[in-house]
């Protein structure tokens, strides 16, 4: 019972846990502050999350969105400060702006460009004279029909061989 | 004392083999000496064996608290549970790389013993490639992570396991992981082989197929083992944290996917030779990559191992690969040619070409993401976190699409789709897809990608049942067999078929789970007097009061929540922090309510007063259970795959049934 | 999707573009391999800044030409920067006096609120301000606090301090600087 009294919590001065009324009027809880946490990283250690880092930093940061919200910033506004304190680390993500953009653009980009010459090169393909060599699967099952109606035939065929 | 000599000895006594074994297979490969690739054959085995008396001696100075070695001095403690001093075999760096090597030389044995007679053409390549790769992880661990390095001074315990290891599932999870990423070496074997010797017909295919999706079950098994872990260990109510390590072994996964579809038309029409060996080598090569990622420092992760000097050793083998292959790959394009042409468009083989496409960009998406923080720093001075935000909205749809093609591949024909068959597959598929999206307008779910993305679920669910039915009826139809019986005649007839649509079924059902989780979290952070209770959903839960004990190696400190819901109680939560005795941060240990329904997850998040007031945050995961159902029907569906059920004899029964069908190796 | 027959041409372009990606990637991979370890910044001309101090004003680095500069980076959640604090101060007063030292405090990876309250409690005099969007810290390589950074009057950097500094080392750097 001895480590009861060691106090481990995510102290919130400051503010409304007791549901006193902030400038805005509406009392700021500990799921606002960790709502508005959830979204940013913590700045120190490696991919954290502000909500469930529980460093000393993190803690403090925790206190201060408690604060603007009690002043009635926005989360944005309080993501925007944080970027401004720690640098875009905070963010989760890469910047929308710069070099970064390779990131958000480069995959997508790709995607497109080899979908779209995917598809101009099928085209130019299918479009030529089909030729079937001998022997292949393929000509083989040409020449295996076992029922009158095409669809059924082609679901024997399918499950005959893959 | 004696068994760190006995380990180091017999891995360099292995090396010794390997290297041995390398140029031996070479020379046999050369000159076709069939003794000389018997030698190398057998090699394999004596490599192996040498590498599990190495693992049993370190197991055994860590079962046995043997702290003159550093590894057993730096992973474990005196009174650290027996399971998890074995678990620190592969809980750190070096004794991880000789698990690794443990597990290569399982695989490569059972290759060596395949070898005996069969692929006598690609042997000697295979063996002297298997060689080579061991020949290489030996080096790494003799000379950059030695886990027989002995202490210059004497300790009388050792500093102990991280606590965030002590969990039954991260003694698991690794192994699957393990076996998954050295899986894709036989494969990688092969491939190299076939196109050394130019033997790049479809014989090397029939083998590696059947090797790549035994390692692809055994690193699928690893991945969702790994997010059980995460899941129940790292308390923010999530799985997936899209850290480095996880991408890691997220990436292989994804080109490994891509090459179990793509090689089917391989087989089916001799095309994609040079696709299916650029990804057969990407996917080994990328589990190469991902270890150096995470564990040569250039990446900080939360699960990286310390910081060693095994960077530029991997690294140098990273880039010997790479070019190796691609210059064997020129070299033999002339032999890699198409035999044939795509009939259509619209046809099976364009919707599995897409999925290729999509399965790389996610993966190529996914590795930008997991090295930008390092180039972002590099390059631009800006230290960077790259995490969920990122991957959701990159990946994320990505992953849609993908689910879009899954539908379209399952319902398509080979060759040609004709009008009337597209009507005829899509018509209830489509309907089931529309009934989704009504349902979730009903449910007030606004959202149109959320409504896309049950359509697209629905849709493909419908496609593959449609697909059993469909099969199932045409058996009945030409056999005659009861439903249950035909059911099972498909398994058997085309266990490779079935048993991936059984895959698909347990990925949909999987990504139901991660859409449900990931939109309809519940969570709330409150603190609570003894006595004083919150409610989340549908439960009611009341906080008693906090506790603590001793247990083992650290202190148990619990709350207690009375959990009722409608009015009936239903259990208690005991959301833990355990504070170990070697650490200084308590790791919380979270209290889980599972249904059907979701997950009830508590985290005991600080305390005031011994426990007045205590905080916690809660979450409710829907559907949470059914992401691991879904893994476990993907493993049972890839089992299937690969079960060999006796053929000949059912085949045989077959065509004497009916009409006579010439047998067509699947 | 290569598989398909490729004209020559196309095909040497897709050869090139392969490479290309495989080289610019392994050299990414490299060039962090080897520069991964790199230390903080130790020597060369010192990275300029301008630091918004907390009591007002701004202090640029590349005006204190001349100076021997002592830039202390430090975090007031951080137990070895208190240790260091009252020697810092106390040293700070017996050379402020003389034109040619000047002590900078970088308060790193903190809130505004917390570190007010540090510098009060330690009744720290010289200019200390706020690393925003810690610039500084990239620049200097900062890894951890404390870290003290000496720059000479020619504006290099001199040596970088990295655990707690005590009165006599402290005396004894910045005189050793000064007597360059």
């Known amino acids: 019972m001895l480590l009861l009294a060691v106090t481990f919590t995510v102290k919130q001065p400051g503010l409304a846990a007791d549901g006193s009324p902030t400038p805005t009027g509406t009392p700021v809880t500990q799921q606002d502050i960790m709502r508005v946490a959830a979204t940013m990283y913590c700045p120190l250690c490696v991919g954290e999350r502000l909500d469930v880092c529980e460093i000393p930093l993190c803690r403090e940061m925790k206190v201060v969105i408690g604060e603007k919200l009690a002043v009635g910033e926005t989360p944005a506004q309080i993501r925007t400060f944080f970027v401004k304190q720690y640098g875009p680390v905070v963010l989760g993500e890469p910047p929308k702006q710069g070099l970064h953009l390779i990131t958000w653009l480069l995959p997508a980009a790709a995607l497109l460009l080899i979908g779209i010459w995917l598809f101009l090169r099928l085209q130019r393909e299918t479009s030529a004279p089909v030729t079937i060599t001998a022997g292949t699967p393929d000509a083989q099952t040409k020449a295996t029909g076992v029922s009158d109606d095409p669809y059924l035939q082609q679901v024997e065929k399918e499950t005959e061989k893959w | ?666 | ?180």
């Open chain 3, 1 to 180: 999707m290569n598989g398909m027959k490729a004209p020559r041409r196309s095909l040497l372009a897709l050869q090139i573009t392969a490479a290309l990606i495989v080289l610019a990637f392994l050299g990414l991979l490299g060039i962090s391999l080897f520069t991964q370890n790199r230390g903080q910044r130790h020597s060369g001309p010192a990275p300029d800044f301008t630091l918004q101090l907390f009591n007002g004003g701004a202090m640029t680095l590349s005006q204190q030409r001349g100076k021997v500069v002592v830039i202390n980076v430090w975090a007031s959640w951080c137990q070895p920067c208190k240790e260091e604090a009252r020697t810092l101060e106390e040293v700070w007063q017996r050379y402020k006096g003389r034109g040619d030292v000047l002590f900078i405090g970088v308060n790193w990876s903190d809130t505004e609120k917390q570190a007010r309250a540090y510098i009060k409690a330690y009744g720290i005099t010289y200019p200390n301000g706020p690393d925003l969007g810690r610039r500084i810290g990239a620049a200097y390589h900062v890894r951890g606090v404390p870290e003290t950074y000496f720059i000479d009057k020619n504006g290099n950097v001199a040596e970088v301090y990295i655990s707690v500094l005590n009165a006599n080392t402290l005396t004894r750097k910045i005189d050793n600087l000064l007597a360059k």
């Open chain 2, 1 to 666: 004392m004696l068994f760190d000599q006995i380990g180091y000895v017999a891995l360099s006594l292995a090396l010794g083999v390997s290297l041995y074994g390398m140029i031996v297979g070479a020379w046999s490969a050369k000159n076709g000496n069939r003794s000389w690739q018997e030698s190398a054959r057998r090699g394999i085995y004596i490599v192996t064996g040498l590498v599990a008396i190495a693992s049993a001696a370190l197991v055994y100075a860590l079962a046995s608290d043997d702290f003159t070695l550093r590894y057993v001095v730096t992973h474990t403690e005196r009174n650290l549970p027996l399971l998890y001093k074995l678990a620190a075999f592969w809980g750190g760096q070096a004794g991880s790389i000789l698990f690794w090597i443990l597990v290569l030389g399982i695989y490569a044995s059972i290759a060596a013993r395949q070898l005996r007679r069969q692929n006598q053409a690609l042997a000697p390549y295979v063996l002297s490639i298997l060689h080579g790769v061991l020949a290489f992880f030996l080096i790494l661990s003799l000379f950059a992570a030695n886990p027989f390095r002995i202490m210059n001074f004497v300790v009388s315990d050792g500093q102990g396991l991280d606590p965030l290891l002590q969990n039954y599932w991260m003694v698991i999870h690794p192994i699957g992981l393990y076996f998954g990423y050295v899986g894709f070496t036989i494969p990688f074997a092969y491939a190299m082989a076939a196109l050394i010797s130019g033997r790049l017909g479809n014989a090397w295919l029939k083998i590696v197929r059947r090797w790549a999706l035994v390692a692809w079950v055994a690193l699928t098994f690893g991945i969702i083992m790994g997010s059980q872990w995460a899941y129940i260990e790292l308390s923010w109510g999530g799985f997936w944290g899209w850290d480095p390590v996880e991408n890691a072994s997220l990436i292989p996964w994804l080109t490994g996917t891509a090459f179990l579809h793509s090689l089917i038309i391989q087989e089916r029409r001799g095309m994609l030779k040079v696709w299916n060996l650029l990804l057969i080598f990407l996917t080994f090569w990328l589990t190469i990559v991902g270890t150096f990622l995470t564990r040569s420092g250039v990446i900080e992760s939360v699960h990286a191992f310390a910081i060693s000097n095994i960077g530029p050793i991997l690294f140098a083998f990273i880039v010997f690969l790479v070019v190796s292959f691609l210059a064997l790959l020129f070299w033999r394009w002339p032999q890699l040619q198409s035999e044939q042409h795509l009939d259509a468009l619209l046809s099976r083989e364009t919707s599995f070409l897409y999925n290729n496409l999509l399965f790389l960009v996610i993966a190529f998406a996914t590795l930008l993401g997991t090295i930008w923080p390092m180039v972002s720093e590099m390059v631009l001075r800006d230290k960077l976190t790259v995490s969920a935000p990122f991957f959701d909205k990159v990946d994320g749809p990505a992953f849609l699409l993908l689910l879009i093609l899954m539908a379209a591949g399952a319902l398509l024909s080979w060759r040609r789709t004709s009008w009337s068959t597209l009507v005829h597959q899509f018509r209830w598929p489509l309907v089931c897809g529309v009934i989704a999206m009504v349902v979730g307008l009903v449910a007030n779910e606004k959202r149109p990608w959320l409504l896309a993305t049950f359509f697209v679920l629905a849709l493909n669910l419908a496609a593959v049942l449609q697909e059993y039915i469909l099969g199932m009826l045409a058996r009945r139809h030409a056999h005659h067999e009861s439903v249950s019986a035909a059911l099972w005649r498909l398994f058997q007839r085309n266990p490779r078929r079935y048993g991936g649509y059984l895959v698909h079924i347990g990925i949909i059902v999987i990504a139901t789970a991660i859409v449900f989780q990931h939109n309809y979290q519940l969570d709330r952070e409150v603190a609570l007097m003894p006595g004083q209770n919150t409610t989340i959903g549908q439960y009611t839960l009341t906080y008693e009061g906090l506790r603590s004990r001793t247990v083992g190696n650290h202190q148990e400190i619990y709350a207690t929540l009375q959990m009722q819901r409608n009015g009936h109680l239903v259990g208690i939560l005991r959301p833990k922090r355990n504070l170990y005795f070697k650490g200084n941060q308590p790791v919380s240990e979270v209290a889980l309510h599972t249904t059907l329904k979701g997950d009830l997850y508590a985290v005991l998040a600080g305390w005031e007063n011994g426990g007045r007031p205590a905080s916690f945050s809660l979450y409710f995961n829907p559907l949470m259970i059914w992401l691991w159902i879904g893994g476990y029907v993907a493993l049972l569906g890839s089992i299937v795959a690969i079960w060999p059920f006796p053929r000949g004899r059912l085949a045989a029964a077959a065509v004497s049934a009916r009409a006579p069908v010439r047998r067509v190796e699947a």
